[in-house]
């Protein structure tokens, strides 16, 4: 699978810390091998508009898409508790 990030999600990651970038990166090489992963927890965020979402750590999560053999990388942001 290929990766491709959107603005959105650019702009978001530069305001990360490095912990939880290193967090990213981590989850994003699960993502790519498996979606997956047990540590992943990914699941349908939004059906309506084929939306995923997946764990980076316990206060973050990404969203995504899945286009045919590529992962669209949404966002990235705290996740409400």
């Known amino acids: 699978m290929k990766v491709r990030f959107a603005e959105p999600f650019s702009r978001a990651y530069t305001k990360l810390s490095h912990q939880t970038k290193q967090n990213f990166e981590k989850q994003l090489k699960f993502l790519i091998r498996n979606l997956r992963h047990p540590s992943l927890h990914a699941k349908k965020y939004n059906e309506a508009n084929d939306v995923w979402q997946a764990r ?14 590529t ?11």
């Open 56 to 69: 980076v750590d316990s206060k973050y999560r990404f969203y995504f898409q899945i286009l045919g053999e």
């Open 71 to 81: 992962y669209l990388i949404l966002n990235i942001f705290k996740h409400p508790e």
